[in-house]
């Protein structure tokens, strides 16, 4: 089965970096997803990892280690906007499990 | 192109009855996944199709059922209904088999009474 582990909530100012990590196990690993959801809308796709190291896209960067079982995404020059929850998930046997998601707040 | 459209949007059902939620994905896409999601836990996975075959199941009950079509549109059904099936349900289209990058629909939000 999976168990996938974020923390519930973080805050950050405007123009600050937060990373939020996530830890898996699962018994069969096909690669890492991070999702942003607004409230209220659908979750959105942000990056996926399968390989080890990092992944930069803009001011988002994912992170991967599959020994460790460990992720994390990294927001960078963070905005208003910015605040959502963000999804990890990992995909085993074309199953995508989520974790319960991160709150992150940006506060001016 | 346009998105993953669900419908209807909005829906309140009472205890017993049964409800049925229809997705449809982007053009091209093959493979519709459909996903229940609740504050106390989460987004869970509950079946993927693809050419018109189930190929995924998560773990939920026989009351949950889908099905999908020549033209890739998809539907759920819910049977007996619950007061704890009251969720947000969520579709998501891929191009191929597979959870990858995935573009979820708005949802339906179904209210049990």
């Known amino acids: ?108 | 192109k346009a998105g993953v459209t669900q419908t209807p949007r909005y829906l309140i059902k009472t205890r017993g009855q049964q409800v049925t939620l229809s997705c449809s994905p982007i053009s091209g896409h093959r493979s519709v996944s459909w996903y229940q999601q609740t504050p106390g836990q989460g987004l869970q996975f509950l079946f993927e199709y693809f050419s018109e075959t189930q190929r995924n199941k998560g773990n939920f009950p026989g009351r949950f059922s889908g099905r999908q079509f020549s033209n890739s549109r998809s539907e759920m059904n819910v049977s007996t209904l619950e007061l704890g099936d009251s969720a947000l349900y969520l579709c998501a289209s891929t191009f191929r088999q597979g959870a990858y990058e995935q573009y979820f629909g708005p949802g339906t939000r179904l209210t049990v009474t």
């Not at chain 1, 209220?40 to 080890?52: H, Q, W």
């Not at chain 1, 906007?81 to 990890?88: E, F, G, I, M, Q």
């Not at chain 1, 974790?99 to 940006?106: K, L, S, Y």
């Open chain 1, 1 to 108: 089965g999976q168990n996938i582990d974020q923390p519930t909530e973080m805050t950050a100012t405007e123009g600050a970096i937060v990373q939020i990590n996530c830890t898996y196990q699962t018994s069969g690993f096909n690669g890492l997803f991070w999702y942003q959801q607004h409230a209220g809308e659908a979750p959105t796709f942000l990056s996926y990892n399968v390989l080890d190291g990092l992944e930069e896209k803009g001011r988002f960067s994912s992170f991967l280690s599959r020994s460790k079982g460990y992720s994390y995404l990294l927001l960078k020059e963070l905005q208003m906007k910015d605040s959502a929850s963000y999804l990890c998930a990992a995909l085993n046997d074309y199953k995508l499990s989520f974790g319960a998601g991160t709150t992150v707040t940006v506060r001016a």
